[in-house]
Structures are given as structure tokens and as C-alpha cells.
């Protein structure tokens, strides 16, 4: 059987551990938003038509803060579009998604929707079709008391205190030429900073995203983040990442292995912003917010759900409704561990999406809501993830793969909580040929017990939740674990995520 050995120490600590670094993303993309937050004719629908099954299963998820409303949709998006009376409201084309936004749930909704679920709202804004100005506005609208235009116009939409928002993202995925406006480093760069800037004329304490690369291997990484945050270091406070995984090919070995890349895209980016600040003997730091993570089957987006034609422009469309397996759940599960493992330097993430679409939590419309395998992973490591990230030493037998050469069969990160006393342990085995016996050192914390244990695994690497067997894979106790003298032993099974709270 194959080993590896960890060892644990409260002493080395990576970082605090932000929770916004559990954050979701709701974009107005397929039924992500319409027949999937909110349905009105659904039975367990409330008075506002938002589905109180779906409520409860954010909830549960645990997700804090929420980025909204795109995605590559804000890049078209007219914000005033969804304010004011709903029967007044326009219903536009989405070019991002070739679907028609009816505007029927919009900033006041979704807002209203965050306070049942119970997380906070970041806010992005377009910079593709749009500007300063239009940034302005919405800043205006949404967060000054009262006494101006835009602040009387939502006190007469129905609110009267401000939405509060404090952490915005200036644009999405600039770099792609697939965006609305898409531009070059530079002019986006020049613009990003022009509305940093005059966002701060406004409130100097907003919390500013400038668009990093929309992942790790467009043609521009690298020179891209640079060339963005020469213009705008001094004005914005995180650089966005982005990264999608998928198992290509059947390589299933490197899929497993994505946290690598995931790792070495945080690694790269944090070295470039710290280039920047080098160059300009800067004392301030730029962090990143990963605001979009997932295993996503893009390639079947583009071959399979793609919608065109000049007359054929669906409201709310099945679109990215990709039905997760244990495999990807253990990858995902994984992609977390790397994130906890920058606690650092990853102030912020946002789970990409959080209902139908690339999501933990399906519907169907007038039917049930059920949990994908991601969900589990992404609950309990919610949960039980507080206080630190610790630098667990990892020695383990390593594999082979195509995409990133020789890889660890273990990967695990720590979370300490001083207050409670309280460390959790999430692990994932890659090796797919049978077990791997894992023992931790766990001296370093003094007298502990194990307190829950959690697996993700299944004979069947393939299985998942779905409408008809909504429940098929869930987790279940590691009854393998064994604390004796200081050292935790687990057996891991092939292709599997675990989580060990200890206190
Ligand atoms: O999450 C789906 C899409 O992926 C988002 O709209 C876009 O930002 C990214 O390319």
C-alpha cells in the first residue's frame, strides 16, 4: 500500500484565514438566477418567489460572500435595467449567454435574497460596454444615505438604508477576447485605475478587484497582471484569479493534480504583484481574490449547450449544468486545499457558480433541489476550516502525470483555531490503483481527540447526484482513523477527500 507521513504543528502558520475565502458567485447565466434562486410558482416558494429549499441548502453550504450579478454577463449589463417597478423593467439581450435577461430579479431582489441566505454581497461592475460614470452611479445608488438623485431613487425603489457594499470587482475577464470590451492590459489598466480612483472620490474604504488573467494559460499571463497593476497599484487592493478544471482526454491522473496548477497559478501571480511593488518601492501588499474556481466541462459548453441564431434568444436556458462525479469532487475538494494553503495571500474566493449552473446545489423547476458530490467537500471544509492555515510538512510517494510531471499522491493542508483549541485536517488521495495509509505527527497539539471525520469516496469514481438519484453519493465517517501517542493513522482510499476534526 502506498504511504505518506504529515506533520502538524500549530507553530507554523500560513495565515488567518479570511472567510470570505468561502465565497459564492451568482450570475444572471442559464437558470442559475430564474427557475433556480427564484420561482415563483414553486411550492416552496416565498413571498418574494425565492425557494426556501434552495435557501436552506445555501445555508448549508456555507458560503460568505457572494459575487454578483457576472460573470461575463456584467459586461453588457445595464444596472438601472434592474431597478424601479418590475413591470417597467426592460427585457434585453444577454450577449454573453445569447439568452434575454428579463430583469424580473435584480439588485433589490437579490440583496433582499443574500439577507435570507445569509451572506454578504460584492458587487461587479461593467467595464465592457460601460464606464466610470456608469460605476459611479451604481456606487451612488447603492451605498450613499440619501440626499442625492441616485440615493433617492432606491429609497423610492423601497430601500432606504444603503446596501453597504463593500467590495466591488472593476470588470470581469478583460483579457478574454470572448468579453464584451474586451481590451488590451494597458487600456484596461489606464481605465481600471481612472475608476478606482473616482470610486475612492466616493468612498476612500471600498475594497477594489482589478481583473487578473481569466486563467493561468492565456497567451498574455503574466505580462498581462504586470502591465494592470503598474496602472492601478496604488488604487485597488486585490488582483482576480480565475481557473477552471476539467479531466481531458480521460487523463484522469492529471486532473487529479490540478491543485498543482492551482498552486502554481497563485505563486506566479503573487510574484508578479510583488514585482510591482518592488518596482515601485510600494509598501502596500495586493492580495488576490480567486473570485472564480470550479471543475467546469467547458469544452461540452462550447460543442453541446452554445445557443445561436438572431431569433433565438431563450430566457433562462439549461446552460453549464454539468453534473459532478466523485472524481470531481475529490479534484474540487483539493482546489480548496490549495486556496486554504495561500490563506496568505488569497483573501477572497468565490466558488464559480452556486445554483444549476457549474453548481453544488441543482433544481428542478416545480421538483426537488439536491446537492452535487462538490457540495460536501465545500460544507465541511466551510465549517470546520478556522482561525489559521498551518504548513503541513507533506512527505509523500509521488505519480506520474502528463500535465505536471511528478506529483504528490497526498495533498493536505491544517487549520488551527486558537480560540477553540479546535484543528481540522483536510486530505485527498490522487493515487486511482487502491489506498494510501497516511500517519500524522499531531504531538505538536498537545492532548486531542478526534472529533468528526468525513470521506468522500466511491467504488464507482463516475457516480453522482442527479434528479432521479438525488442522493446517490454523499460522505460518511473514516472509520479507519486511529489516534495513538501523538499519531493519527488514516487510510485514505483510492481517489478520495477527507477531512479529520480534531479539538
Ligand atoms: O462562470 C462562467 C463564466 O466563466 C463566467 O461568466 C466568466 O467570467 C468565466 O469565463
Same mark, same amino acid.
Given at each position: ?16 484565514i479570511? &472567510? ?47 459575487r ?17 417597478? &418590475?413591470?417597467? &423593467? ?32 460584492m ?19 447603492a451605498?450613499?444615505t440619501?440626499?442625492t438623485?441616485? =440615493?433617492?431613487?432606491?429609497?423610492d ?44 472620490q ?26 494592470v ?31 498543482v ?9 503573487? =510574484? ?6 518592488a518596482?515601485?518601492?510600494s ?37 453549464l ?17 490549495s ?16 445554483v *444549476?449552473?457549474?453548481?453544488?446545489i441543482m433544481?428542478e423547476?416545480?421538483g426537488?433541489?439536491w &446537492?452535487q ?11 470546520l ?12 510517494e ?13 495533498d ?11 484543528? =481540522? ?10 489506498p494510501?495509509t ?39 465517517? *473514516? ?25
Amino acid at each position: 500500500m502506498a504511504t505518506a507521513h504529515l506533520t502538524i504543528d500549530p507553530h507554523f502558520s500560513v495565515g488567518t484565514i479570511d &472567510r470570505r475565502l468561502f465565497g459564492g458567485f451568482v450570475e444572471h447565466l442559464g437558470r442559475h438566477v430564474y427557475d433556480g434562486i427564484h420561482e415563483p410558482g414553486h411550492p416552496s416558494a416565498d413571498a418574494d418567489g425565492f425557494r426556501t429549499d434552495v435557501i436552506e441548502l445555501v445555508r448549508e453550504l456555507g458560503v460568505s460572500t457572494i459575487r454578483y450579478p457576472g460573470g461575463n454577463f456584467v459586461s453588457g449589463f445595464r444596472w438601472e435595467d434592474s431597478v424601479g417597478p &418590475r413591470e417597467e &423593467r426592460p427585457r434585453r439581450l444577454d450577449l454573453a449567454w445569447h439568452s434575454t435577461e428579463t430583469n424580473q430579479v435584480g439588485l433589490h431582489e437579490f440583496a433582499d435574497w443574500l439577507e435570507k441566505v445569509g451572506s454578504d454581497l460584492m458587487l461587479a461592475i461593467n467595464l465592457g460596454t460601460r464606464g466610470t460614470a456608469e460605476a459611479l452611479d451604481l456606487l451612488e445608488y447603492a451605498n450613499i444615505t440619501d440626499g442625492t438623485t441616485r =440615493a433617492q431613487q432606491r429609497i423610492d425603489n423601497g430601500r432606504t438604508d444603503p446596501f453597504g457594499v463593500r467590495m466591488w470587482c472593476l470588470g470581469n475577464e478583460m483579457d478574454g477576447p470572448w468579453q464584451l470590451g474586451h481590451r488590451s492590459a494597458d487600456d484596461y489598466g489606464k481605465l481600471a485605475s481612472q475608476t478606482a480612483k473616482a470610486m475612492r472620490q466616493i468612498d476612500p474604504d471600498l475594497q477594489l478587484v482589478v481583473c487578473g488573467s481569466s486563467n493561468a494559460h492565456m497567451p498574455t499571463f503574466g505580462e498581462w497582471e504586470r502591465t494592470v497593476l503598474h496602472h492601478t497599484y496604488d488604487d485597488v487592493d486585490y488582483i482576480s484569479c480565475h481557473a477552471y478544471y476539467e479531466e481531458r482526454d480521460g487523463d484522469a491522473g492529471s486532473f487529479l493534480a490540478s491543485g498543482v496548477d492551482m498552486d502554481g497559478f497563485i505563486e506566479t501571480v503573487v =510574484a508578479t504583484a510583488d514585482h510591482v511593488q518592488a518596482v515601485k518601492g510600494s509598501i502596500k501588499r495586493i492580495d488576490i481574490s480567486f473570485d472564480e474556481w470550479n471543475v467546469w466541462y467547458n469544452q461540452r459548453y462550447h460543442d453541446v449547450d452554445r445557443i445561436e441564431g438572431i431569433d433565438n434568444w431563450p430566457v433562462a436556458p439549461r446552460l453549464l449544468e454539468d453534473r459532478y462525479s466523485v472524481l470531481d469532487a475529490v479534484v474540487f475538494g483539493s482546489l480548496m486545499i490549495s486556496l486554504l494553503k495561500h490563506a496568505d495571500r488569497v483573501a477572497s474566493a468565490s466558488l464559480a457558480q452556486l445554483v *444549476n449552473v457549474i453548481a453544488p446545489i441543482m433544481t428542478e423547476p416545480g421538483g426537488p433541489a439536491w &446537492r452535487q458530490t462538490t457540495f460536501f467537500p465545500f460544507s465541511i471544509t466551510s465549517r470546520l476550516a478556522q482561525g489559521r492555515s498551518l504548513d503541513v510538512k507533506i512527505e509523500s510517494e509521488k505519480y506520474d502525470t502528463k500535465a505536471y510531471g511528478e506529483v504528490p499522491l497526498v495533498d493536505a493542508v491544517a487549520t488551527h483555531d486558537e480560540e477553540t483549541g479546535r484543528t =481540522a485536517i483536510f486530505l485527498v488521495n490522487r493515487a486511482q490503483d487502491g489506498p494510501t495509509t497516511v500517519t500524522i505527527d499531531v504531538n505538536a497539539l498537545g492532548l486531542v481527540d478526534v472529533r468528526e471525520t468525513h470521506m468522500l469516496s466511491d467504488d464507482d469514481i463516475h457516480a453522482a447526484n442527479t434528479l432521479e438519484q438525488p442522493e446517490r453519493v454523499g460522505v460518511a465517517p *473514516n472509520y479507519s482513523v486511529v489516534l495513538d501517542g501523538g499519531v493519527l493513522t488514516v487510510t485514505l482510499p483510492a481517489v478520495s477527500w477527507t477531512a479529520i476534526a480534531l479539538g
